[in-house]
């Protein structure tokens, strides 16, 4: 199974991605979203802590231009489970789980982003924090249609998947294909953040949250990077 640098070689602007899966001691279930970006708006972002989740947010309001698509709350706590996507879309998962309805109805209610000609896709996740069974999926543009791709994992020690917006560094780019990549994962945090970091392009990289939720006491680690620094 390949570490973060490997999934990720050779592809220099994957966009947004996620991450889910089980460290390597099994203790904890883990959780990336990271950010990259090649627009002034795109890097004009930093992630935020808010209390329920994170949420994305404006660095410098002066250079804003259209936050339509870049502010949404990526992370939610929505009981037993963990939602983590690329778009507000999250919302809409979650009230969907508080209902007894499913992930994958709720994902039917949402098409690609109308940011023509790149029709960005949606990625979403969604971990079970009672075991860290997880499930990804994508949903992208084939010309006029929409097409919804649901994967399902079961939880194993050391192991997670990656899936991201964008299959490389080409204008426009094109959309991520085929299954969520197989990556390990460590049993520290700080290790596991280093290596997402580390196998972001530095010109592109804007932001990555990172969680390690212990399976027994449901105590976690956090860890957040902005490229962009606020001032204390």
Not at 115 to 134: C, E, K, M, N, Q
Not at 194 to 206: K, M, N
Request: charged residues 25%.
């Amino acid at each position: 199974m390949p570490g973060i640098s490997e999934a990720l070689r050779g592809t220099k602007y994957p966009g947004r991605g996620i991450i889910l899966g089980k460290s390597a001691d099994s203790r904890a279930v883990v959780v990336a979203y990271f950010l990259t970006g090649r627009s002034e708006n795109s890097k004009n972002r930093v992630l935020e802590a808010d209390g329920r989740g994170i949420r994305t947010s404006i660095f410098d309001e002066s250079r804003e231009v259209d936050p339509s698509l870049i502010i949404y709350a990526p992370v939610r706590i929505c009981g037993n489970m963990m939602i983590v996507t690329n778009g507000r879309q999250t919302d809409t998962v979650c009230e969907y789980i508080r209902n007894g309805d499913s992930y994958d109805e709720a994902l039917r209610e949402w098409s690609f982003e109308p940011d023509a000609p790149i029709y960005t896709p949606r990625i979403s996740g969604v971990i079970d924090l009672a075991d860290g069974a997880y499930r990804l999926s994508l949903i992208k543009a084939d010309g006029a249609n929409c097409l919804r791709f649901f994967f399902e994992y079961g939880a194993s020690g050391g192991s997670g998947r990656l899936i991201h917006t964008y299959a490389g560094d080409v204008d426009p780019p094109g959309p991520f294909c085929g299954e969520p990549v197989p990556v390990d994962i460590p049993a520290d945090i700080d290790e596991f953040t280093d290596a997402v970091w580390g196998s972001l392009d530095e010109a592109y990289r804007v932001s990555l949250f990172t969680r390690y939720i212990d399976l027994k006491t449901k105590n976690h680690e956090t860890r957040i990077i902005n490229s962009n620094r606020r001032e204390p």
